[in-house]
């Protein structure tokens, strides 16, 4: 039986046993079989596992007497837990008569005699209670609705309608673009009165043909790297929810700059003779059109006014950031490879005389400001929850108030088969 060894030196076949003697047959498959569970990972195991991906377990009453079963198995092998490094519940330090009662009011308060708060949390201790905090306890956060909720720390929820809301919103961004992008074409300055600007690097380095083409191609194969990495990511949700909200953003902000100041051709080659279109229908499929081809010219879509900072700069650059971010430190030759292709791709735009320098820098600025600025944010939870980010990102608040803490890259195969790519991945 799995009662004759040591926990810590259980197999997954003992784990087995020891799920079936507490009446958890139904989950001997999923953690033992699917999930390699064996006597330390056993002890590690938390309610917030069982609650949260890849378990998700959903009948409540089994959830809360697996983790009472837990419970009670790590209280009897508390030296184990701390031979495995493991904080043992019981060994924390507790006020005797006191319990402690969760609060929240949204206000900003002060720790003083055992009533300790952060930016719109309270922990109340009151009279006749007893405390018990630990590094699995719950924590209540205000949300901007009032509303007082109870997560597990460092729980990362996928909250998959957001990720939809967010995807909704980059494409209607995108289609907003390519209307505004229509209209800039209406206002292209006439090339014979406004010729190309001085420029530094254009004025410098003769054009190149095939470069633009050469650009979308490096844009192309770091799309390519990061639905890879989406795809096998643990929390793939999160990712592409915070891919969506960046470049939603980022595109929205180019709308304005380009629609507010028309710049002139930076190169003769470019044939952008203002175009006036007859009526609206035209103008929506020319839209369309813009849109389906994702502005690209390899799809055959030609546009001519949409300067100011360059898209193709930030769809490249956030690409690689996402790469660069959400894969281990230890993956040297990935992040070599998309930094190349981000920093190639950027000199292909220029060398194909299809932006001004101006451009590719503000674009460049521009995206990696925000995509540092909005993950900062959103590994200080204690920002993240405050009434000023609420105002001030509401966006942010309202797609990341559910994460709690930096995301960790783990990474697993997100299919039932085939089997060998689990053992693979790990």
Not at 90 to 119: I, Y
Not at 350 to 365: K, N, P, Q, R, T
Request: charged letters at 15%; a positive charge; one cysteine or more.
């Amino acid at each position: 039986m799995a009662s004759e060894s040591s926990v810590s030196a259980w197999s997954c076949k003992q784990v087995a046993q020891w799920l079936q003697v507490q009446g958890f047959d139904d989950y001997v498959d999923l953690l033992c079989a699917d999930h390699r569970l064996d006597g330390p990972s056993l002890l590690a195991l938390t309610e917030a596992d069982l609650r949260g991906p890849p378990l998700s377990l959903t009948v409540l009453g089994d959830i809360k007497r697996l983790a009472i079963s837990l419970r009670q198995l790590q209280r009897q092998n508390q030296a184990q837990l701390e031979e495995l490094g493991l904080q043992p519940r019981d060994s924390l330090p507790q006020r005797p008569g006191a319990a402690a009662e969760w609060s929240c009011d949204g206000a900003d308060r002060h720790c003083n005699r055992g009533e300790c708060s952060g930016d719109g949390t309270e922990l109340r201790l009151r009279n006749g209670a007893r405390s018990e905090y630990r590094s699995g306890a719950m924590q209540c956060h205000t949300h901007s609705n009032g509303r007082c909720r109870q997560d597990l720390a460092g729980r990362l929820d996928p909250e998959v309608w957001k990720t939809i809301i967010s995807v909704i919103y980059v494409f209607s961004v995108f289609g907003f673009t390519a209307f505004v992008m229509v209209i800039v074409h209406e206002r292209v300055p006439d090339m014979g009165t406004y010729p190309p600007l001085p420029d530094i690097f254009l004025d410098s380095f003769p054009r190149i043909p095939w470069a633009f083409a050469m650009a979308e191609a490096c844009g192309l194969i770091l799309c390519y790297m990061l639905i890879l990495i989406l795809l096998l990511h643990k929390h793939r949700s999160i990712l592409i929810r915070r891919l969506c909200s960046l470049m939603g953003t980022v595109f929205l902000l180019r709308c304005c700059t380009m629609f507010v100041t028309s710049l002139s051709v930076p190169g003769q080659h470019l044939k952008c003779a203002s175009k006036t279109y007859g009526n609206s229908i035209e103008k929506i499929q020319r839209a369309l059109t813009i849109w389906v081809g994702f502005g690209m010219t390899l799809t055959g879509v030609q546009t001519c006014g949409d300067y100011m900072f360059s898209g193709h700069t930030v769809v490249i650059t956030l690409l690689n950031f996402f790469v660069t971010e959400y894969t281990p430190r230890t993956w040297n030759l990935i992040h070599t490879i998309s930094w190349v292709l981000n920093l190639f791709g950027i000199f292909f735009i220029l060398a194909a005389h299809e932006h001004y320098s101006i451009d590719v820098f503000i674009a460049f600025y521009i995206t990696t400001r925000l995509f540092l600025y909005y993950h900062t944010l959103a590994n200080t939870r204690a920002y993240q929850q405050s009434r000023r980010a609420r105002i001030w990102f509401p966006m942010f608040s309202f797609f990341e108030c559910n994460v709690n803490g930096p995301v960790p890259n783990q990474y697993h195969w997100p299919f039932s088969k085939p089997a060998f790519m689990k053992t693979l991945i790990g």
